[in-house]
């Protein structure tokens, strides 16, 4: 069966400082990954996406992931907090089960970033 | 190029009453459909999602029921709603395991 966990519900950082999100999926297939980000009042955005392609994963707004099989994670970094990068970001897994497939969400983590 | 649409954005019912929540996705054939319920703290919690017409697998036990009675339509009910049904429900498509889910604009449902 898939899972996906997101190890903190809170996170904060100060502008200009490293962002690291963390993410541990299960998964008994060979899953697609996800960063989706929602900001206050907002819809759902995607920010980047794994597909069994390269495992350093770019996004937009200078995010990135990368996907670890041998520790089952896929976690979220960026170099430098923006004021603007306060929201609520989500670790998504998707995979093939019986008859079909199906797209669970992390319970998401909030990101408070200090002036 | 795909839309999907989910009716009524908000709903007040009281307890016992039945509840009908309705999504449809234009532009694509045979694609994944799920709800979800949104709430603080749990992210989205996947209640229901099917891979095709009359077939629904639920994630979660609970007072809610879903139906597809057509490829693109996807339908949330209860018979009788309780006030821990209140919440923000959306609906969601995607088409394969490595494609980005597209999303209704939600339901807020106040159960009172």
């Known amino acids: 069966a898939q899972s996906v966990t997101q190890l903190d519900s809170h996170v904060s950082v100060s502008e200009g400082t490293p962002v690291l999100l963390r993410c541990n999926y299960s998964?008994?297939?060979?899953?697609?990954l996800f960063w989706y980000v929602q900001h206050p009042n907002k819809g759902l955005q995607l920010l980047l996406k794994?597909?069994?392609?390269?495992?350093l994963v770019k996004g937009i707004n200078g995010f990135e992931a990368e996907f670890k099989k041998s520790e089952t994670s896929f976690h979220l970094t960026k170099p430098s907090a923006h004021m603007s990068d306060a929201a609520e970001y989500f670790c998504?897994?998707?995979?093939?089960?019986?008859?079909?497939?199906?797209?669970?969400f992390g319970a998401g983590t909030r990101l408070f970033v200090k002036a | 190029s795909q839309t999907i649409h989910q009716w009524p954005a908000t709903l007040v019912q009281p307890v016992g009453s039945p509840l009908s929540l309705e999504c449809t996705v234009e532009?694509?054939?045979?694609?994944?459909l799920y709800w979800y319920r949104q709430a603080a703290g749990r992210g989205l919690q996947l209640l229901f999602y099917?891979?095709?017409?009359?077939?629904i697998s639920s994630e979660v036990p609970q007072n809610l029921s879903a139906s597809r009675p057509q490829d693109r339509q996807f339908i949330l009910s209860s018979k009788k709603l309780l006030l821990s049904d209140s919440g923000f429900y959306l609906c969601?498509?995607?088409?394969?395991?490595?494609?980005?889910?597209?999303f209704g604009q939600g339901t807020r449902l106040t159960v009172v």
């Open positions: 998964s008994s297939y060979s899953p697609s």
């Open positions: 532009g694509t054939s045979n694609p994944n």
């Open positions: 794994y597909t069994s392609a390269a495992t």
């Open positions: 099917s891979v095709g017409i009359g077939q």
């Open positions: 998504v897994v998707s995979d093939e089960n019986t008859g079909g497939f199906k797209t669970i």
């Open positions: 969601a498509w995607n088409g394969q395991p490595s494609t980005e889910a597209f």
